[in-house]
């Protein structure tokens, strides 16, 4: 475990210390009385030994995590996350992403509900590792992934989802976890460099921290691959001149050249917000062998933005839609699942640790927080796959 410990210096290196510095004071004046330099002796091996007695109390000992605890209990919450989080994993690798959802695959939903609604989740290094090394696991993944049919799509942090077919990897709001507010949560740049290796193009859907990290941009655009986001997306930034700025239209397919020219998308970007003035792009890509993917990002619609409806209930009479990308806290999910009509829906951005406890939207599906409809959701006939950090289901569509 990473635990951060207070380095202390050695008695025997305190003491070499305390005598080097008094045969110095002997040298400077080699008259000194005998019961000075006795007397010197004693105060500076108190000393030294006060030193290491302070250093020794303090030494290996973990900082304290959460404030309100003391640190038995503290410590006891870091025993518990490993606990838990070891247990979690053991039963989700055992019963994979599926539909319908095993009774004991819930079950191991709801264990890291219970360990990530700790306020200080991040910054436990169980919680730390165990999040960190499902997204490397999930990178090794797609290294070694090769695509015949269908579609494997791997959720990651947040509403970041990777997308594989035969032809093309697409990435969507792809972030390093550093909104869960700890250094030693978020992913490191390394990892962040061969996720973006594995991808072709990143679509961000709005400008939110917890969807757009600038750095991960910059990766895409260095390797020559374009970055399509709405237009306040990083507005005062440099780099803003180098993303691809689709039209923001219903129902539109537009093209979008990747992978140096020699694959094209077909993209639609609903034009689509969070709230009052947040433009959120929702993307509907259809890759070169037909299949389609859209990406929601933070869409809700509440007072004055109640207006999208008007094509989020229209989309599936334009546009076959293969798999929904949604946010699970988004408040009517349920009914735009029903303007979409896709064939599987797999939800995101549960769970987000840089939010305060009750809005971090639970496995369980919080129906209080924002009179969600994600439990009339998962009651419905709609396929829908839940899946936590560093998993991925595949997709074949069927003939429907
Ligand atoms: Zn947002
Ligand atoms: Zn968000």
Redesign the pocket.
């Known amino acids: 475990m990473n635990m951060k410990t207070v380095p202390a210096p050695s008695r025997r290196a305190i003491l070499t210390q305390a005598l080097t510095f008094i045969v110095a004071l002997v040298n400077q004046r080699p008259g000194r009385e005998l019961r000075e330099v006795v007397l010197l002796c004693l105060l500076l091996s108190g000393g030294a030994f006060l030193q290491q007695a302070v250093a020794d109390t303090t030494a290996a000992r973990p900082l304290k995590i959460d404030p309100n605890l003391d640190e038995k209990s503290d410590a006891y919450m870091n025993r518990q996350s490993a606990a838990l989080l070891a247990e979690a994993s053991r039963t989700l690798q055992q019963l994979p992403p599926q539909f319908p959802e095993p009774r004991e695959r819930h079950l191991g939903l709801l264990l890291l509900d219970s360990v990530l609604h700790d306020p200080q989740a991040a910054r436990r290094p169980p919680v730390q590792t165990f999040f960190r090394t499902r997204i490397e696991t999930a990178l090794a993944e797609m290294e070694a992934t090769q695509v015949h049919k269908g579609a494997q799509i791997w959720k990651l942090y947040n509403m970041g989802f990777v997308v594989r077919t035969k032809s093309v990897t697409l990435a969507f709001d792809l972030v390093s976890g550093r909104t869960a507010g700890c250094p030693d949560f978020e992913l490191s740049s390394n990892v962040l460099a061969r996720l973006a290796r594995q991808c072709d193009v990143l679509f961000i859907?709005?400008?939110?921290r917890?969807?757009a990290e600038e750095p991960m941009a910059q990766l895409f655009l260095a390797q020559g691959k374009p970055v399509v986001a709405p237009p306040q997306v990083f507005a005062d930034r440099p780099l803003h001149a180098s993303l691809t700025h689709l039209k923001r239209a219903a129902h539109i397919t537009q093209s979008l050249p990747v992978q140096g020219g020699k694959q094209a998308l077909k993209v639609v970007v609903y034009p689509g917000h969070?709230m009052g003035s947040?433009e959120?792009n929702v993307s509907l890509v259809i890759t070169p062998e037909g299949l389609s993917f859209a990406h929601l990002?933070?869409q809700i619609n509440e007072g004055d933005f109640m207006v999208d409806y008007e094509w989020i209930d229209a989309v599936g009479q334009h546009h076959r839609v293969d798999v929904l990308l949604p946010p699970c806290w988004t408040n009517e999910i349920f009914r735009i699942a029903k303007g979409f009509n896709p064939r599987l829906i797999l939800p995101g951005h549960e769970n987000e640790l840089g939010h305060p406890v009750d809005e971090r939207v639970p496995f369980w599906g919080d129906a209080e927080f924002l009179q969600l409809t994600y439990p009339e959701l998962k009651r419905s006939s709609y396929r829908t796959i839940v899946m936590t950090w560093g998993e991925s289901v595949r997709y074949v569509p069927d003939s429907r």
């Open positions: 859907s709005h400008r939110h917890d969807h969070q947040v959120n990002g933070d």
